[in-house]
């Protein structure tokens, strides 16, 4: 392989280990951050014990995931010099403003929740873990703010061969930006919320502390059902949006290899890249695609044969990708629905086989941001900056082929190390549950 391709591997494996630390921490923030409001408003004891179990997990999925997340911005420098010299000026901008404004305020103020047990007043403490869950969600809209622009540039101007910043706000306010975060954020409520139920639903199988986890199952279901439909919705506006600047990236979800007015949507399709058309095409759902991408039935859906052989994104990884995560959607609103009602008519524990379902299905919402991420990463390529800078283009001109696969295993390696260890802390403290906490 070369060093582009090695590169793009290098830089995706190590993002897919990051993101298996974020959405916990951006779902689990919020949900900790109730429980202590639970407390401070009911004074119920079980909330405070809650509060500091599930405070615990967080804290260890926080503390890991900074870790992973540090050599992302170091490559833009080491192997992608090339792409920081063409859009460094714009894309700069908002990581300095997370690493110097969200990330320290999270830091800052995770640290007064932590050791301010009974040293601050209740209310100011309750004020620092909503300051923490307020700042880790803003860290990712800095984040993903710097990501949307490469999915669609704007308020810049090209000037001396590089794209600079010309309109801060249009960065700043982009729709892309604005739908990617929410749609990005509430899907990281999914993932804490089904953390919960899932732990949750481990104890009552085993009937441990069963009223301290019928609480945090139906708070998780609670949160979760909002989270999920609202990712569901966000989701259809999120891709009417791709549908709109990025057309290439829309027929590779859907595998649209013609150009069609009133585009349906097939139930089962089978794609074929080497004959650029599908294999089976099937069950067809007539007008759908057009009317969820361009909201009319009569719009005309560009297919992947009306761009340029070199435009044109990997199809199967990107509509396979699509497709689990948008069934995987489906399932969550229908198994938090579920999980809220019995939860609410205390019938979790005579629906054991449901319990089960939950705790296997705690990996589930890992593996749609995962896909997720595909979608939105692949299905940009062959551009690093959609429509301006390609990815073959953006390199760094002196890396070797060697100095990037020792690179490759050395994170490959690392970052396998520090997920074996989130997950062994995580399932060591959650199995011990709440009274060996405190």
């Known amino acids: 392989m070369d060093v582009v391709t090695l590169s793009r591997l290098q830089f995706g494996a190590a993002a897919m280990y990051h993101f298996i630390f974020v959405p916990l921490t951006l779902g689990l923030g919020v949900l900790v951050a109730i429980m202590e409001t639970l407390h401070y408003r009911t004074k119920n004891e079980i909330y405070l014990k809650m509060t500091k179990f599930w405070g615990r997990l967080f804290l260890i999925n926080f503390i890991l995931g900074i870790v992973t997340g540090i050599t992302l911005e170091f490559q833009f420098g080491t192997n992608w010099a090339q792409y920081s010299i063409y859009v460094g000026d714009i894309f700069g901008a908002p990581l300095a403003i997370e690493a110097t404004l969200a990330f320290f305020l999270e830091s800052t103020f995770l640290g007064v929740w932590l050791f ?5 007043s209740p209310k100011m403490h309750l004020i620092s873990i909503w300051l923490v869950a307020f700042s880790s969600n803003l860290s990712a809209l800095w984040i993903l703010i710097a990501n949307a622009w490469m999915q669609d540039p704007v308020g810049f101007v090209l000037k001396n061969n590089r794209a600079e910043m010309s309109n801060f706000f249009a ?3 982009s729709p892309y930006a604005w739908l990617k975060f929410t749609h990005t954020i509430t899907a990281g409520f999914v993932v804490g919320a089904f953390f919960v139920m899932g732990i949750s639903a481990y104890h009552l199988l085993r009937k441990q502390n069963v009223e301290f986890f019928k609480k945090s199952f139906y708070v998780g279901a609670t949160f979760g ?4 439909v609202l990712v569901f919705l966000i989701g259809d506006f999120h891709a009417a949006e791709v549908a709109h600047v990025q057309p290439t990236k829309l027929a590779a979800m859907e595998s649209i290899w013609d150009t069609r007015k009133a585009a349906p949507i097939y139930l089962l399709l089978v794609p074929d890249e080497s004959q650029k058309t599908n294999l089976i095409e099937a069950f067809p759902i007539p007008s759908l695609l057009s009317l969820l991408a361009y909201h009319d039935p009569n719009a005309t ?11 044109i994104p990997p ?13 995987l959607g489906t399932l969550f609103i229908i198994l938090t629905i579920l999980a809220w009602w019995f939860a609410r008519k205390d019938k979790l524990l005579d629906h ?14 890992y593996i749609a941001t995962q896909v997720g991420w595909i979608v939105a990463e692949v299905g940009r390529q062959p551009w690093i900056v959609y429509g301006l800078l390609r990815t073959n283009d953006a390199v760094s001109k002196n890396l070797t082929v060697g100095d990037v696969l020792f690179t490759l295993g050395v994170f490959i390696v690392l970052y396998t190390a520090l997920a074996v260890l989130d997950f062994a802390l995580l399932i060591y403290y959650a199995r011990k549950g709440p009274l060996e906490t405190d």
């Open 116 to 120: 301010g047990w009974k040293r601050i």
């Open 171 to 173: 960065v700043v306010f």
């Open 225 to 228: 059902l909002i989270a999920s």
């Open 301 to 311: 859906v560009r297919g992947l044969n009306s761009f340029p052989s070199n435009d």
């Open 315 to 327: 199809v199967t990884p990107v509509f396979l990708s699509f497709r689990v995560m948008v069934g």
């Open 352 to 365: 054991r086989s449901f319990l089960k379902i939950m705790l296997y299905s705690l990996p589930l919402p």
